[in-house]
C-alpha cells in the first residue's frame, strides 16, 4: 500500500512534537508528496494553532468522525487553499497538506475521554484518510506518554519518530517507548532530540544515544529562543528556513523522504 | 660617502632590482648624502613627497597618530634600509611621518633629478616599470588567492593554509607589502582555527545511564494488559492485511 503513516510521539509532554509533527508534513509537502496531518491528541489538541486554524473556521472534527457524526472527507481541512496569515505559512498556498483537527470544545473533550476511542473507528479512519486523499504521507501528532490512543497510533504506524530531551529522565521514558515500538512490530523507528543546549556536543551526543537505542538519530534540534519566540502561530521552518533548528528538521524530513 | 656603498644599498631597493651595476651607478650619481640630528623631521604624513631615502648610518622611526592625537610608532628603521621609494614615481602624501631617532646620515634621491637619469636612460624607465609590473601582478595574484581563501574560511575550510604555506616563503620580495598582508592573513587564520577548535574541545560531553531494571518493569506493565495484547493482534492483523494491498 502507498500512502505511509508517520507518528510522532515523546515520553514527556511539552517536548515539541506539534512543532516538529507541522515543520514536518509542511516540508514534505514543500518536496511536492501529498500529506496529511491528524491531531489525536483529543485531550490537548495544539497543532491547528500552528496552521492557522482557529475556533470560527474549524468545522467536522476527529470526534464527529469518531461519533459517527461526519466522514473523513469532510473533516479535512485543506491548508493549501488557507496559506494565508503569516509569512511561513503562505508558502503552503496551493500545496497538497490537509489538517484533520480534534476538537477544541471541552464537552466534546470530556465526551471522548469519558467513552475511550474505539480502536477499528479510529483504524479505519486513518486508512480511508490516506485512501480518499491520496495520501503519500499521513502525520499523526499524539499525546504524551505511553495511553491507550498513543499506543494505538504506535500500533498502526509504518514509521515512528520518537522525540527525547537531551536529558536523564526523558533518555529512560523513551528507552520503554522504544521497546513498545519493537514489540509492536514498528517497521521503521527514528529518533529525535529537540532542545538541546547549543552547548553540548552534538556529534557525541548522537553516537551515544544511537548506540543506548540501536535506532538512528535523525536529526539534533536546538533550544532556541528566537523558535520560542516566534513559532507559536506560524510555521518554523517555512519562515526561517535558515535557522540551525530549521536546517536540522529538513534532515529529519529527508530521512522521512528517504524511508517512503 | 662612498659612491659604491650607495650603489650597493639601492641595489637591495625593489624598485632598482632589475637594474645593471652600470645603470645603477648613474641613479647614485644623482643622489646626494644628508647628515640629520635626532629628532629632526625627514618627511611629514599627509605632505606631498617628492624624495626617495636610504638609510646610511643610525636609526628612524616611523610613526602616525593614534585616535587620541598621540604619537604611533609603526616602525623603526636603520642601515640599509629605504623609505619612500614610491615617491619617485607618483606626488601621493606621504603615508607616515619619519623622524630621526639618533644622529643619522642619508642619502636622498630627488623626484627632479631621478626624473633626468629617467629622460637620459630609456633601459632604467624599463627596468622600473618591468618591476612595477611584476609586484602588480604578483599582489593580483595574491589578492585573488585572499578571495578565494576568504570565502573557504566562510564555509569552515581551513584546509588551504597547510596546501599554501610553500608558497608563501618562496614569495621573492620580502618587503612587499603584498607578502605581508598575506603573512597578516595567515596568522589571522590560524589564530581563528585555533580558537574555533578550543571551543569546539570546550563543547560539553552528555552521558546518560538507563535503569535497565526500571525500563524493563514499566514495559511489563504496559505490556501486560488486556488492552496492549489485542492491540497487538490487532496492530498485526492490520500490518499483514496493508501488506497484502
Ligand atoms: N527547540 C526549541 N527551542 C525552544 N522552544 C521550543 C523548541 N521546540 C519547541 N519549543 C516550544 O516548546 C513548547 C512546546 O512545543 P510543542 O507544543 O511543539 O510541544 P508538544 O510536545 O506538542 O507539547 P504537548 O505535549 O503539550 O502537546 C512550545 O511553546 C514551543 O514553541
Ligand atoms: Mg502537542
Known sequence: MKGKIVSIHSFRGGTGKSNTTANLAAQVAMAGKRVGVVDTDIQSPGIHVLFGLDEDKM???LNDFLHDKATIR???FPIGEN?????????LAGK??????????????SQILKEGID???LNEGLQSTIKEFD??????????????ETLLSIATSDILIIILRPDQQDLQGTSVTVDIARSLDVPNLILMVNKA??????????????????????????????????????????????????RSLREVAQAVLTLG | MMGQDILEHLKKTSIFSGLTDEALSDVARSASARKVAKGDIL??????????????QGWVKIVTEDSKGDELIINKCGPGETIGEMALLDRSPRSATVIALEDAEVVELKQDVFEKVLNQRPDVSLSIIRSYSDRLRFSTTYIEKAIDWAQKIAEGDYSFIDQTQPVMSNAKSDDDKATQLLSAFFTMVRRVKEREEGLKQQLEKLTFEIDQARRKQEFEEITSTEFYSRLKEQAKALRQKRLNE
Open chain 1, 135 to 148: 495520501l503519500d504521507y499521513l502525520f499523526i501528532d499524539t499525546h504524551p506518554g505511553l495511553n491507550e
Open chain 1, 197 to 246: 543546549l547549543p552547548k553540548y556536543d552534538f556529534v557525541e551526543l548522537r553516537k551515544d544515544i544511537e548506540s543506548k537505542f540501536n535506532a538512528p538519530v535523525a536529526g539534533i534540534l536546538p533550544l532556541s529562543f528566537d523558535l520560542a519566540d516566534n513559532a507559536s502561530n506560524d510555521l518554523f521552518s517555512l519562515s526561517t528556513p535558515d535557522h540551525e533548528w530549521s
Open chain 1, 83 to 91: 496559506a494565508s496569515g503569516a509569512a511561513g505559512r503562505a508558502k
Open chain 1, 74 to 76: 469532510e473533516i479535512g
Open chain 1, 119 to 121: 480502536f477499528n473507528r
Open chain 1, 96 to 109: 497538497n497538506l490537509w489538517l484533520f483537527p480534534s476538537s477544541i470544545r471541552g464537552r466534546e473533550i
Open chain 1, 59 to 61: 468545522g467536522k472534527t
Open chain 2, 43 to 56: 618627511m611629514k604624513k599627509g605632505e606631498v613627497g617628492d624624495s626617495l631615502f636610504l638609510i646610511q
